[in-house]
């Protein structure tokens, strides 16, 4: 009698294996890819005015349209979600960001006591970004 593995028992890891390492490399992959075909926004600048208005420009570098609500900006200082108004280069207002194109975000701020907050920047399947603005 041989000892050792059977060659069915031996084909059946293997498989086994195969589709462990195929299941790894498609989750992987997936989410790798939506991150390139999805949305996703990036901080292009963020900077204070008038000591009191917080203004933060976010790029789209996705490849579908984001709408602006889908962008979640919070004032990391006192937790709150920050309403502002969002304006596309030439001021004028706008509900999305196209593709490629950059989109400001102004608010008045509560910041000016403290002369610096911080903002947190989430949209998209890009991971949340900081912004510091000192006023």
Not at 3 to 15: D, E, Q, S, Y
Not at 38 to 49: H, K, N, P
Not at 116 to 135: K, W
């Amino acid at each position: 009698m041989r000892k050792g593995i059977t060659p069915i028992i031996a084909i059946i890891v293997l498989l086994l294996i195969t589709v462990a390492l195929a299941g790894a490399a498609w989750t992987y992959l997936s989410v790798y890819m939506t991150g390139l075909t999805g949305a996703s926004v990036e901080l292009q600048d963020y900077f204070c005015i008038n000591s009191d208005t917080a203004v933060i420009l976010v790029r789209n570098t996705g490849t579908v349209d984001m709408p602006v609500g889908d962008i979640s900006i919070i004032n990391m200082s006192d937790g709150s979600i920050t309403d502002g108004n969002w304006a596309d280069a030439g001021g004028n207002p706008i509900s999305e960001i196209g593709v490629g194109k950059t989109g400001t975000w102004t608010a008045q701020t509560t910041c000016a006591s403290v002369d610096e907050c911080t903002f947190r920047v989430t949209g998209g399947t890009a991971r949340a970004q900081q912004a510091r603005v000192f006023c």
